[in-house]
């Protein structure tokens, strides 16, 4: 099952840099940007498709890992290094990313959940707090 899960996200991936995002760029009417972030062990990019709202000039992405006991692994790396890429549509730049503030999240957290209702049942399936986190482009 894993195996099929990386596979899906490899080709989710080729299929949004291929085409600047106009493929596999939304899910329904959320935005989809890819975040590449550096293993914390292996020190080798990692990128995965994540929703997310922007604030400012920033990205808002959520590390629900839908609603399982444990972070996902591109969050601990953004902990572990937060210097990350991004790319949203064509548009491709570095940015800092940092975990989201207890007053940040309570005013960011409705409007991810407007764009993805599922983060409410996540939230209430797991009992670890789900970090959001704010990536804000450098350079």
Same mark, same amino acid.
């Given at each position: 099952m894993k195996l099929l899960i990386s596979a899906f996200i490899a080709f989710n991936v080729w299929l949004y840099r291929l085409s600047g995002g106009r493929l596999m760029g939304k899910? $329904?009417?959320a935005p989809i940007l890819l975040l590449t972030t550096t293993g =914390?062990?292996?020190g080798r990019? =990692? !990128?995965v498709p994540l929703l997310y709202v922007k604030e400012d000039q920033s990205f808002v992405v959520v590390a629900s890992?839908? $609603?399982a006991p444990k972070h996902p692994?591109?969050?601990l790396n953004a902990e572990a290094n937060p210097k990350v890429q991004l790319q949203v549509?064509?548009?491709r730049f570095a940015g800092i990313a940092r975990r989201a503030g207890a007053e940040e999240k309570a005013r960011l957290w409705s409007r991810l959940v407007a764009i993805y209702p599922k983060y409410e049942d996540y939230r209430r399936r797991t !009992? =670890?707090?789900i970090?959001?986190?704010i990536v804000t482009p450098v350079g």
């Open positions: 899910m $329904g009417a =914390r062990k292996s990019s =990692r !990128t890992f839908a $609603g692994a591109w969050y549509a064509s548009q !009992t =670890r707090e970090p959001l986190v």
